[in-house]
Structure formats: structure tokens, C-alpha cells
């Protein structure tokens, strides 16, 4: 059933410890496996997606996020001939990197790392598969095929993309360096990462009430659709109806969406003709939209950035966890011994040697990015009792 540019497991470029192949399982159900079972994936249901998980109850976290994307891709995955269940293990891990509180918490981060080398949560889902997870006697990490990990490294900088090269020569971090694409199944989650972010959010933004109905008719994506459902059923138009409307658009949308990048990648496909995933590599992306459908992706989430992700009441939450997690990064490298005993041997271990204040701040990142929103929140009460954080003055909000 595989196409013959899709990545096939029985030619995977392999785990970076040999293991001999499972039974009964190919090798990249094995990583799906893996994935499922380890802690950062369990971790991802108290996790912010946008809003934060104690606002209610109903809302998107990293967790639904993750499957969504799953759905998504294996569902465009069947129909392109690629391979399901590499789609599916890179869907579930991209997000094991994020840190708590959605993307104010990576900014937050990112900016206490800065001294030491930045802080950039595709890479650090590749920590945690390669390094992080303590599950096997063997080695460190889960041990993942290349092609999974080289989905899950979606982005990465330059700098680290030869920090990466320099310990794995010919690695995940060669295309960064050399500008080559990943596997279709890598460039497909792409595609279903930004197709599921974009449809969630406008349910979860109608559901808080921060984004309308009438608001979301100036979006031409969602506002096709959303006629064409009142057409077909008239009695959406009762105001008591207003989810069911508010559901049919976005499953019509969401419809529209994988039918066309289905039709523009087979047609990309059709022109490149790529024998192999090998060849897939050396040429453009060719996982696409069609232009129209490009544009109005591009519509929907313009207007989901000012319309949502800036509103004032989720800059004010966001705020405030950015400032929460920069004092806990404060807090840990003035009491570092206040971390788990994991995290404070792996700390102490590093602080001495050559990698110096660099590598121990790293594991402070660690820690962090490892955290769920209620425990980031928790900890820091703890720290803030013991007296042992210090509160910037006059940072309500968290304004950067
Ligand atoms: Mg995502």
C-alpha cells in the first residue's frame, strides 16, 4: 500500500542504539509505542495549548492537540499512499518539548536561557526523546528511529543544528545546515499541526467567549462554510443552535482543508516524481496547500493572532505565567538543591565539569520545560513560602 516515496521501516536509516526488531511490530509502530507509553506524553494533558488547562475543562491541551494532529495526518496520509504510523509517532511527539503555560512559557524560557545558548522547544522534544526520558537500561532517551526523529526536529537554528551535527555526523541536524526537507510523513504533520491549531482554536475561542460568531464572518475560510451549512439546514440559523452551526463550519472547513492539500500534494507529487523518500529530501517541500486555500489559511490565522492570541484578557494570563516561570528559573539557579533529586545530581554533576554554568542552566531548562501548569504553579507557591524567589518590582502583566 506505500507509495514509493513514502518511508518505508524496513529500510529506516535505524535507532542510534542497535536493537534487534520486534516481532509482530514494524519499526516505527515500535516508536509510536514508545511514544505513548513515556511520561513527557502524559504530561501533555495538563499542558496550556492556549488557554491555560485551569480555565475550564472543555479546552484544547498539548494532549487533544496531539491527537488531533494524528487524526489529521493519518487521515491525509492514507489517502497519499505514505507511511500511517510514522505520521502518527511524529504527531504525538511534536509537542513533548513544550513548556507550560503555551508558548509565554517558551518565550519565558527562551529569554532566561539566553545566556546560555537559547531555549527552542522543537529541539527540546528532541531532548526528550534522545536524553531525557529515563526508561531504558541501556541507553538514554526512547531510542527512536531517524525518520521519527527527524520529524519531531521540525525547526532548528543554525547554531544548534551544528551542535547537533558535531555529536551525530549526517544526522537530524545535517538539512538544517545543507537545506534539504524532511520525509512527506514529516511535512505532512506540519501541515496537520496548522490545520488542527486553526480549527481548535476558533471552537475554543467561540467556547471562552472572546471571539464571536459575528467576527469570525469577516474570516472568508470560515464564513464559506458557515453559509453553506445554513443552507443545507436552515434551522441553524435559531440562536439555540448556535454550536451545532458553529461545529458543521468547522467540520466542513476542516473537510475542505485535507481534501485540498490531499489534491495539491498528489499533483506536486505527480510533477516531481520522487522514487524515493531519499529523493523526497533533495527537493522542495512538496506537502502544500493550493494557493487559494494558502491565502485563506493565511486569513484565518492572521486573524486568530489579533483577534485571539493578542486579546487582552489571554495577554494578561500569559503574562503573568511568563513572569511565574522566569522567577522559578531565578529561584533554581540561586537554590538549585530545590529541584528533584534527578535534576539536582544531574545540576551538580555539570556545574563543576567543562560545560560550566551553560550545561547546568540547561538542566534548569530541563526541569522546567518538564513541568506541567499546575505544577510550575504549585512549585513556585512552594519557592515563593520559602521565601527563596525573588519578585521583579512593578512587573504585573509581564510586558516584555
Ligand atoms: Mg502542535
Redesign the pocket.
Known amino acids: 500500500m506505500l507509495a514509493a516515496y513514502a518511508c518505508d521501516p524496513a529500510v529506516s536509516r535505524g535507532r542510534r542504539f542497535a536493537q534487534t526488531p520486534a516481532p509482530g511490530r514494524t519499526e516505527y509502530q515500535r516508536d509510536r509505542d514508545r511514544i505513548v507509553h513515556c511520561s513527557a506524553f502524559r504530561r501533555l494533558v495538563y499542558k496550556t495549548q492556549v488557554f491555560l488547562n485551569h480555565e475550564g475543562d472543555l479546552f484544547r491541551t498539548r494532549l487533544t492537540?496531539?491527537l488531533e494532529?494524528a487524526q489529521l495526518g493519518r487521515s491525509m496520509a492514507r489517502s497519499l499512499g505514505l507511511n500511517e504510523d510514522l505520521v502518527e509517532a511524529i504527531a504525538l511527539a511534536?509537542?513533548l518539548g513544550h513548556t507550560p503555560f503555551g508558548h509565554a512559557g517558551q518565550d519565558a524560557v527562551n529569554d532566561c536561557m539566553a545566556p546560555f545558548g537559547g531555549f527552542e522547544h522543537n529541539l527540546q522534544s528532541l531532548r526528550v526523546v534522545d536524553q531525557l526520558e529515563e526508561r531504558y537500561p541501556q541507553f538514554d532517551g526512547l531510542n527512536l528511529t531517524f525518520e521519527t526523529r527527524e520529524g519531531i526536529l521540525k525547526h532548528c537554528s543554525r547554531v544548534h543544528a551544528k551542535e547537533l551535527e558535531a555529536g551525530e555526523p549526517g544526522g537530524v541536524g545535517q538539512r538544517f545546515l545543507l537545506g534539504g526537507q524532511p520525509s512527506l510523513e514529516a511535512q505532512l504533520c506540519n501541515l496537520a499541526?496548522e490545520i488542527?491549531?486553526n480549527a481548535h482554536d476558533i471552537d475554543d475561542g467561540v467556547r471562552s467567549g472572546l471571539i464571536t460568531m459575528e467576527q469570525l464572518q469577516q474570516v472568508a475560510l470560515f464564513d464559506d462554510f458557515r453559509r453553506q451549512a445554513l443552507t443545507e439546514f436552515e434551522h441553524l440559523q435559531d440562536a439555540a443552535a448556535g454550536r451545532r452551526l458553529l461545529y458543521d463550519s468547522i467540520r466542513r472547513m476542516l473537510s475542505a482543508q485535507v481534501d485540498d492539500v490531499i489534491r495539491a500534494t498528489r499533483s506536486a507529487l505527480q510533477q516531481a516524481a520522487p522514487r524515493s523518500a531519499d529523493e523526497v529530501r533533495q527537493m522542495p517541500a512538496l506537502v502544500q496547500f493550493g494557493e487559494e486555500m494558502k491565502l485563506n489559511s493565511q486569513g484565518l490565522k492572521h486573524f486568530l493572532l489579533h483577534q485571539l492570541y493578542r486579546h487582552p484578557r489571554v495577554l494578561h494570563t500569559t503574562g503573568q505565567a511568563r513572569q511565574m516561570l522566569r522567577s522559578l528559573f531565578n529561584g533554581y539557579l540561586a537554590h538549585p538543591q530545590q529541584m528533584q533529586p534527578r535534576f539536582v545530581a544531574r545540576f551538580d554533576a555539570l556545574h563543576g565539569a567543562s560545560g560550566g554554568p551553560t550545561a547546568a542552566a540547561r538542566v534548569i531548562a530541563d526541569y522546567i520545560a518538564g513541568m506541567t501548569d499546575r505544577f510550575a504553579t504549585r512549585e513556585h507557591e512552594r519557592l515563593m513560602k520559602l521565601d527563596l524567589l525573588i519578585e521583579p518590582s512593578g512587573s504585573a502583566g509581564g510586558a516584555r
Do not use: E, L, M
Open positions: 492537540h496531539s494532529v511534536h509537542d499541526d488542527a491549531y
